[in-house]
């Protein structure tokens, strides 16, 4: 059975850094790509991020380019999100999310976490 | 930025049919792929690659696409489907995913 289980969801304050991980299992970790998704409650889905099986390639939405970071460690099965210079704007659910490929951009979101909570505020 | 357009919202009643569209420009040379969202949950695949049903979706879900617009159609629609539906989709490079901004089906 596929598990995303995503961790690291606090309350920070405007200008701040966070990593947010994500652990899986059920998978072989390393065959696929990865994204990252947020949903603002009560709102639409936004893509963030998305990583290839290798982490040779990696994409982000214009909303958080240059400020947050996609990355990977296959040997640990784990997807990370480092977010610098938070705005209020990036308050949201953060989703972990498995890709039905292995490279970036060609195939679409199979399996889903249940989601870590991002609260940017003063 | 690519957008990927949807009805905010879709009513029918129990046993209709439910239609839902989505459309994009780089839908004619890019799958679709459709989710279920209920409150409080996190979203579900429906529809893979325009119109491939995953394993343990009923098969009153199924998917179409044509030109710039993909559909996802509910037959038989059930009071157990009411949900937010979301297309997925990439723009004509590949770099970018795109979802779009979700329909509300309400069955009653």
């Known amino acids: 059975e596929v598990q995303l289980v995503e961790s690291g969801g606090v309350v920070v304050q405007p200008g701040g850094s966070l990593r947010l991980s994500c652990a899986a299992s059920?998978?072989?970790?390393?065959?696929?790509?990865m994204h990252w998704v947020r949903q603002v409650p009560g709102k639409g889905l936004e893509w963030v991020s998305l990583?290839?099986?290798?982490?040779?390639?990696?994409y982000y939405a214009d909303s958080v380019k240059g400020r947050f970071t996609i990355s990977r460690d296959n040997s640990k099965n784990s997807l990370f999100l480092q977010m610098n210079s938070l705005r209020a704007e990036d308050t949201a659910l953060y989703y972990c999310?498995?890709?039905?490929?292995?490279?970036?951009?060609?195939?679409?979101?199979?399996?889903w976490g249940q989601g870590t909570l991002v609260t940017v505020s003063s | 930025s690519y957008e990927l357009t949807q009805p905010p919202s879709v009513s029918v009643s129990p046993g209709q049919t439910a239609r839902i569209t989505c459309s994009g420009d780089?839908?004619?040379?890019?799958?679709a792929y459709w989710y279920q969202q209920k409150s409080g949950q996190a979203p579900v695949l429906v529809i893979y690659?325009?119109?491939k049903r995953p394993s343990g979706i009923p098969e009153r879900f199924s998917g179409s696409s044509s030109g710039t617009m993909a559909t996802l159609t509910i037959s038989g629609a059930q009071v157990e489907d009411e949900a937010d539906y979301y297309c997925?989709?990439?723009?004509?490079?590949?770099?970018?995913?795109?979802f779009g901004g979700g329909t509300k089906l309400t069955v009653l």
């Open positions: 999310a498995k890709d039905m490929k292995a490279v970036a951009g060609i195939g679409g979101v199979d399996y």
């Open positions: 059920g998978f072989t970790f390393d065959d696929y790509a």
């Open positions: 990583i290839s099986w290798d982490g040779s390639s990696t």
């Open positions: 780089a839908l004619p040379k890019k799958y």
């Open positions: 690659e325009d119109s």
């Open positions: 997925y989709s990439t723009d004509s490079s590949g770099n970018h995913v795109v």
